[in-house]
């Protein structure tokens, strides 16, 4: 309001005669009401500390939460380039292997290919570092900007200070001083009396209240006396260059939404520029929420800034710039920002403002907005004009004044973000305004970040030329060709189709061309002065930042205990995506090797006969065995003394659970447990699953149309054809109807293949992140279910956008199987564990029945899934999280147990029924994830309907499958090595070992610790014992 009013100011310049202490002076009526609004909200906020730490900590929490963020990225990430490397690595290692090609064929290919993502693995940690380095700035009331702002003392060293007695209103007789002393009028009284502490005191205006006792005017409150061009040059660039980077990026925003409005298909991959998607909103949100807080950071720097465009300015651009704000800008600013709070788009909705699409107008209102300032940011640092701006080095130099524009700076952050939640929430949905808060959350610390780190780049050009124009255009050509490069190298690996990843290169190239003018500018230094004291002069001026507890009296205070936890964090959540990557490159490795050797046990899961043909016995592993016995006539007589805990219920039982009695397409659960059980078994002609499956279904005529290739996941279709009337296979064959239903089984993780554990990492990576960040962030745990899956599905759309996408599923040839089947076909997808996992991403993918039995969960994963398969389930449309619902919840049935620790992975959707688990005491050795177990509780709490089953009995033995798995991995390393390279050039890599040893204690000596051992002088002669001196680089002298 205060600066509305001072608008008015600047339109009109109305005086009027006020009485002010006995006294009239002329005054602008419009800046005193402007002066009493900003004071009073000033006032309000410096006094309260707490709101101003509370601010401090919201900022910290958000860009560190942001960083967690960036460190699931990071995860995801690795997790493909390990997987990428190791498989091609694998690959070539084989006699005439088709992945040999990129590695041996052409290897400065594969080089170019390494180097691309070593940039984009660079640039996002030197991002991270970057967002850490900005997080601890906002907290302190950033520092460093401060210092970059300020002059050094000693030029401009600050005179007496004049006390003035206390007045009543001190933003009327600050507005009233400065209009004063402005027009020279001498009847003014004094009136700077500001309380202590106010950040409103006139010495820090550049009024005459700060003059000093000679009756001249003090040099310390003139901006430019008393400095040296370089700080006034460094002062400038950052006056200027953050809203140089605005007006890049907005104009940069409105072209790519022209060119992609009547292009969405070509433009899908460039989710910042789709006019209607979620990143283009929320980002064109966060650029206007960083030019309002320029703006308010820019009316407290320069308070008077009216006063020194009215007076000072002689350009007819500026005054043309000013009339085009006041009577075109202002009034379609208020009207667009009025609609925005009552009727909001929301995703995939085009509104029209004046004719226009609201989206253009949104972008051009705050293009002019960023360039009028820009323009007024120009004409005001010129020092004609700045001194009467009232910018003063002393109001960044006082630490209330500071502290306070910094506290309004977080104010404007979260008064917008309150704004637009409170909105969205009204208008759209909680789920909605949380899903846009979370993409604000993200999207505005990568804006202020790169604003820091573009001004930071210029501060530094700045100090190798004192022109200006001559280094902003050299390095506008520097950049433009370094972008040339960039798209030719991504070019040269068939990857110049993808911007983001030719952006990445360029800003890696980009920091190596800085690192080498810097280098080149030092040896250029040392040439001339023909000394090392110049060079290293130039190489102690640094930047002092946040990060450094020397650099501030307030940092050294409070360095103790935030920094060291955040440090704790960020190097346990490294260390966590370490070993994460170094597991899943191990298991990759070791699969490859398994599967290159052929090291494959048959028969995990087997079965058999009992005697007499009273049932059936599968054994998993020798663990888990499980026992089926007929209802013949013989049981059902004497059916009254089973044992309750191994009888089958009867069908007129009362039910134990919900989903009891139910059918889909005419099969129970235990159908598809039974079905799901037959794929663990491998599909020969010897198992006889045939025959098996004509005994478990004597109802029904099972047949096995497609069994899965060699070297594939095991997984059957299996038609299931089921004739009214029948009450034992192959009747008479009357009239009868018949119901044909196609089930697709898919097996489970088999404990003997590694390929399995590599594939669970991989398909559940991005919500076991999710839910490791929770424990540091516990805001993660209440966001809805469309926002981590938004979270997920964004991450994985980058990661396409560059050429990254992890898209080498198992189930890949499953799916593609499915989707050729006749739409009119009743099909449902079933399986176990990991099958089940897959049974619901290709339901879910192929828009078919899925019945899961103890999956892990996919609703939060679906989403990578969808983005990867082009699936119209976008999760930048309303359509896509539409779809994404609809997926899982229509379409999808899951049982999990009790005590099973695998479903914990991700979250279920559609029918879940939970069950009590029978084996709760061997949880932890998964026997609540077992499935014979799983078929033993159905049978007795749901019964058979079918009155196959009279007894069914389980039994879970851990310690011998642990003996099992042991000789396994043994023999499995046994062969590993003896067919390995080093086994069969031992001599060889040990010669080689032994002379890069040498070599290395040739030029960097032998260890500290084995050398002084024998050294006689490091024993001390009165104890007999060793004196080992340890150098500690963080002590002065050594510890004995």
Not at 825 to 832: A, L, P, Q, S, Y
């Amino acid at each position: 309001l205060a600066w509305v009013l001072r608008w008015f100011r600047f339109l009109q310049g109305a005086r009027r005669r006020i009485q002010c202490n006995g006294g009239l002076v002329d005054a602008d009526i419009w800046d005193v009401a402007a002066s009493r609004l900003s004071h009073r909200s000033r006032l309000h906020l410096q006094d309260s500390s707490d709101a101003q730490e509370s601010l401090s900590l919201a900022s910290l929490y958000v860009f560190v939460q942001a960083l967690g963020l960036l460190w699931v990225f990071l995860v995801s990430l690795f997790a493909v380039i390990c997987t990428r490397i190791v498989t091609a690595v694998v690959a070539a290692g084989e006699t005439g292997a088709g992945g040999a090609a990129p590695l041996l064929d052409r290897p400065l290919h594969a080089v170019a290919i390494c180097y691309v993502y070593y940039c984009v693995v660079r640039v996002v940690g030197l991002f991270g570092r970057s967002m850490w380095v900005v997080a601890w700035e906002i907290y302190h009331n950033f520092p460093t900007m401060r210092h970059m702002l300020i002059k050094s003392r000693k030029n401009n060293a600050a005179g007496p200070t004049v006390v003035h007695k206390e007045a009543s209103n001190p933003a009327l007789e600050q507005s009233i001083s400065r209009t004063a002393s402005a027009t020279s009028v001498s009847s003014a009284p004094s009136v700077a009396g500001i309380p202590s502490g106010s950040p409103s005191n006139s010495t820090r205006r550049g009024s005459k209240d700060s003059a000093s006792p000679s009756g001249g005017n003090n040099l310390s409150s003139s901006p430019t006396a008393g400095a040296s061009k370089p700080q006034d040059l460094r002062r400038h660039v950052v006056l200027v260059t953050p809203l140089l980077v605005l007006v890049l990026l907005n104009i940069v925003m409105l072209v790519g939404q022209l060119v992609c409005e009547d292009k969405i298909d070509e433009c899908r991959d460039l989710i910042f520029f789709h006019p209607t998607g979620r990143i283009n909103r929320n980002s064109r949100f966060v650029l206007f929420l960083s030019m309002m807080q320029w703006l308010q950071a820019w009316t407290g720097l320069f308070p008077d800034w009216f006063v020194a465009l009215t007076r000072e300015t002689k350009s007819i651009w500026m005054r043309a710039a000013s009339s085009i704000v006041i009577f075109l800008l202002v009034p379609a600013s208020l009207l667009r920002l009025a609609v925005w709070f009552v009727k909001p788009a929301g995703i995939g909705v085009v509104q029209h403002f004046v004719g226009l699409r609201h989206h253009l107008v949104d972008s051009v209102l705050v293009i002019g907005w960023s360039l009028w300032m820009l323009l007024a940011s120009v004409m005001i640092v010129r020092p004609g004009a700045l001194k009467h701006s009232g910018f003063s080095p002393r109001i960044i130099r006082d630490d209330s004044s500071w502290k306070h524009l910094c506290t309004l700076f977080k104010y404007t952050l979260f008064f917008w973000q309150i704004a637009h939640f409170v909105r969205g929430c009204i208008a759209l949905g909680p789920a909605h305004a949380q899903n846009d808060l979370i993409a604000i959350t993200v999207l505005y610390p990568m804006l202020l970040c790169l604003i820091w780190t573009v001004t930071f780049i210029a501060v530094v050009l700045s100090r190798y030329s004192q022109d200006l124009r001559r280094t902003h255009l050299g390095a506008a050509a520097g950049l433009i060709m370094l972008l040339g490069v960039s798209y030719m190298l991504c070019a040269f690996v068939d990857r110049g189709d993808q911007p983001l990843l030719v952006t990445f290169v360029w800003l890696h190239l980009n920091r190596q061309a800085l690192r080498i003018v810097r280098r080149w500018s030092r040896f250029v230094s040392l040439s001339q002065t023909g000394t090392k004291g110049e060079a290293s002069r130039d190489r102690k001026v640094s930047v002092s930042f946040a990060l450094d507890p020397k650099g501030n009296k307030e940092l050294r205070r409070t360095y103790a205990v935030e920094r060291k936890l955040g440090r704790v964090a960020i190097r346990v959540l490294l260390l966590i995506c370490a070993s994460f990557c170094a597991i899943l490159a191990t298991c990759v490795l070791m699969a490859g090797l398994q599967q290159r050797a052929g090291l494959f046990l048959t028969d995990v899961v087997w079965w058999r006969q009992l005697q007499e043909g009273s049932g059936v016995e599968v054994v998993n592993s020798k663990a888990s065995v499980l026992h089926l016995h007929w209802a013949n006539a013989s049981l059902v007589e004497s059916s009254q003394v089973l044992d309750p805990s191994v009888a089958v219920a009867r069908p007129e039982d009362a039910p134990h659970y919900a989903v009891c009695g139910h059918k889909w397409h005419g099969l129970q659960l235990v159908d598809y447990a039974l079905m799901s059980l037959v794929t663990y078994m491998d599909p020969e002609e010897k198992n006889g699953l045939p025959r098996l499956l004509g005994m478990l279904f004597p109802h029904k005529q099972v047949t096995i149309r497609r069994v899965s290739a060699s070297g594939e996941r095991r997984w059957l279709e299996l038609e299931v054809r089921t004739c009214s009337g029948d009450t034992e296979r192959g009747g008479d064959g009357g009239n009868r109807s018949c119901r044909e239903v196609t089930v697709v089984a898919v097996s489970g993780t088999d404990v003997t293949r590694i390929t399995d554990y590599a594939e669970n990492l991989r398909m559940w990576t991005e919500p076991v992140a999710l839910q490791i960040l929770s424990t540091v962030f516990p805001t993660v745990r209440i966001w809805p279910r469309d926002t981590t899956a938004m979270v997920i599905g964004g991450i994985h759309s980058i990661l396409k956008s560059m050429d990254v996408q992890d898209d080498q599923w198992h189930y890949r040839v499953i799916l593609e199987h499915v989707k050729r089947m006749p739409a009119d076909r009743e099909v449902v997808i079933t399986g176990h564990s990991l099958g089940g996992g897959i049974a619901l991403v290709i339901g879910a993918l192929a828009g078919r029945l899925a019945v899961a039995m103890q999956p892990p969960g996919v609703y939060h994963s679906l989403a990578k899934h969808q983005v990867q398969h082009h699936v119209a389930a976008d999760v930048d449309s309303a359509q896509g999280f539409a779809a994404h619902k609809v997926a899982l919840h229509r379409r999808s049935v899951s049982l999990v147990f009790e005590g099973d620790w695998i479903q914990n992975f991700d979250g279920h959707g559609g029918l879940v029924q939970t069950m009590n688990c029978d084996q709760s005491r061997n949880s932890i050795a998964v026997g609540c994830h077992l499935l014979e177990g799983a078929i033993c509780h159905l049978l007795r709490h749901c019964g058979d309907e079918a009155r196959r089953f009279a007894t069914c009995e389980h039994e879970y033995r851990p310690t011998s499958t642990a003996l099992d798995l042991a000789r396994v991995v043994l023999a499995f390393a046994k062969g590993s090595w003896e067919s390995s390279f080093l086994f069969a050039n031992l001599d060889s890599v040990a010669m080689l070992g032994i002379t890069a040893s040498a070599i290395m204690i040739a030029r960097y000596g032998a260890p500290s610790l084995p050398r002084s051992i024998f050294l006689n002088d490091c024993r001390d002669p009165m104890s007999g014992g060793l004196e080992v001196q340890l150098q500690h680089p963080g002590r002065r002298g050594p510890r004995k």
